[in-house]
C-alpha cells in the first residue's frame, strides 16, 4: 500500500526478539543491555513523574537537556553548539535520523552510506524517496589492526553530482569499526568538495574500547556548518527503551529538523530529559566503568564465539561482534539466525540485512555482548554444545 516502503516488513530486531522469547533463547540478537543504567538516572525520573512533569515539554526539548548536550560535547570534543538554537530533543536518535533525512533529502538525491548499515537509514532515504549509494565495509589489515573498513575510492566513486547526504556511523553498528582520524578526514574532504551534507549517527560514542577515541565528524575541519549530529541516552546510560535523543548543528540545518519534526513526535518525554540531563553531567564515572566493562565483554564472547568454531572479526566499539559462520558449515545467516533459537538456544541477528546486496553478508552473523557474564558464558556454552 505504501508504494514507496515496498520491500520493507518487520524488522530483523523485532523478529529475532521474538523467536527468541517463544523459544526461550538467550537473545543476542536486538542490542539492548540486560542491567539497568545508573541509579541516580532511574530515580532523577521517577522524582520527575512524581512530582508532576507530565506535561508536553517544549517541542525542541527541555533547555536543561539542551544545555547539557551542549557542555557535554564541549568538554569532551570541544564544540561549541548554542543550546537555544542549535541542539534539538528527539524521541531517539531514530526519530533523529528519520527527521534528518526527510529534512534534507528531496526525492532522487543520493545518499552515500556504509554497509552493513543500520536498517533504519534505509527506511528514512525510501520515505524520503531519496537513492542509496553504499559503500562497502570489508574486513582488511591496515595500521589500525583488522578491522571493517571502507576502500578511500569506492567512497570516492559513490560520490556524484546528485549525492545530498552521507550517513555515518561511527562506532559502527554492526562491525564494531571506529572510523580513524584518515578515514574521517577523507568524507569531511568528499564533503566540503561536494557540498555534501554529512548526518552522523554516534549513538555509541562512549563505547570504544583499548583506548581507541570516537572523533566526531563535526570536529573535523569545515565540517560543523554542514553537519548534523545524532546522539541519544539509550546506549551511553543502558536505558535502550527511554528513547530519549539529540540531534546538534547548525542553526539552518537544526532548524529543518525542526519542521520536519514537529509533526512527526512533535516532542519527546519531558521528565525523563530532566534526568538524562543530570546524569550527562554527573555520571560520566559510571558510563567509563560501562565501557569498561564492556570491554570485557566483547573479549568474553569473543572467546566464547571462537570456541564454538565461529570466524570472529574484532570490534573497536558498539554493543556487537561479527561472526563467520562458515567454518561451522553453515553458508546462510538469515537460515542459522532462524534456526539457532530452536538449535542452540541462542539468537543473533543475520547481517545480510544490514548489506544492500545482501549476498556480501550472507556468511555474517551479528552477536550482541551487552549482557550480564554469566549470560554470556551459558550463551557460549550451548553455541559450543552446538557447534
Ligand atoms: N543508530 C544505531 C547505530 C543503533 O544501533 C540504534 C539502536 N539502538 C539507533 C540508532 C537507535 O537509537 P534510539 O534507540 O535512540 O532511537
Ligand atoms: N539498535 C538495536 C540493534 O541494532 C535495535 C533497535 C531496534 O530494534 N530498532 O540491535
Given at each position: 500500500l505504501v508504494t514507496r516502503m515496498a520491500g520493507f516488513g518487520e524488522t530483523v530486531f523485532a523478529e529475532m526478539t521474538r523467536l527468541a522469547d517463544e523459544t526461550g533463547a538467550i537473545n543476542?540478537?536486538?542490542?539492548?543491555?540486560d542491567t539497568d543504567g545508573p541509579r541516580s538516572l532511574l530515580e532523577g525520573a521517577a522524582r520527575r513523574i512524581a512530582g508532576g512533569v507530565n506535561q508536553y515539554p517544549p517541542g525542541s526539548g527541555r533547555i536543561e537537556l539542551r544545555t547539557a548536550v551542549a557542555e557535554d560535547r564541549r568538554t569532551r570534543y570541544g564544540l561549541d553548539h548554542d543550546p537555544e538554537t542549535e541542539v534539538y530533543v528527539t524521541v531517539g536518535a531514530t526519530a533523529g535520523i528519520a527527521a534528518s533525512v526527510l529534512a534534507l533529502v528531496e526525492p532522487g538525491d543520493e545518499v552515500v552510506l556504509f554497509e552493513p548499515m543500520y536498517d533504519s537509514y534505509s527506511g528514512a532515504v525510501a520515505l524520503a524517496q531519496g537513492v542509496r549509494r553504499p559503500v562497502t565495509l570489508r574486513p582488511s589489515a591496515d595500521g589500525a589492526g583488522t578491522r571493517f573498513a571502507f576502500d578511500p575510492d569506492e567512497l570516492r566513486a559513490a560520490v556524484t553530482p546528485r549525492t545530498r547526504m552521507i550517513i555515518v556511523n561511527s562506532p559502527h553498528n554492526p562491525t564494531g569499526t571506529v572510523f580513524t582520524a584518515a578515514e574521517m578526514g577523507l568524507i569531511a574532504e568528499l564533503c566540503r568538495d561536494n557540498d555534501i551534507v554529512a548526518l552522523t549517527d554516534e549513538v555509541y560514542e562512549h563505547l570504544t574500547y583499548d583506548g581507541v577515541a570516537h572523533l566526531p565528524l563535526a570536529s573535523f575541519p569545515g565540517m560543523a556548518e554542514r553537519t548534523l549530529s545524532v546522539s541519544s541516552a539509550g546506549k551511553t546510560f543502558s536505558v535502550t527503551g527511554w528513547k530519549v535523543g539529540w540531534v546538534t548543528g547548525p542553526a539552518p540545518l537544526v532548524r529543518a529538523v525542526r519542521t520536519v519534526n514537529q509533526f512527526l513526535t512533535y516532542s519527546a518525554n519531558g521528565a525523563l530529559q530532566l534526568a538524562v540531563a543530570d546524569a550527562l553531567r554527573d555520571e560520566a564515572e559510571w558510563v567509563r566503568a560501562q565501557r569498561d566493562a564492556l570491554q570485557g565483554k566483547r573479549d568474553r564472547l569473543a572467546a566464547g564465539l571462537a570456541a564454538a568454531g565461529f570466524g570472529v572479526e574484532p570490534a573497536q566499539g558498539s554493543y556487537f561482534l561479527m561472526a563467520d559462520i562458515r567454518p561451522l558449515g553453515f553458508a546462510d545467516g538469515v537460515e542459522t539466525a532462524r534456526s539457532l533459537p530452536r538449535l542452540a538456544g541462542v539468537a543473533a541477528v543475520p547481517a545480510?540485512?544490514?548489506?544492500?546486496?545482501q549476498e556480501k553478508g550472507r556468511h555474517l552473523v551479528r552477536f550482541a555482548f551487552c549482557k550480564k557474564d554469566g549470560v554470556l558464558d551459558e550463551a557460549a556454552a550451548r553455541l559450543r554444545a552446538f557447534g
Open positions: 543476542l540478537g536486538q542490542g539492548f543491555p545480510q540485512v544490514f548489506y544492500a546486496d
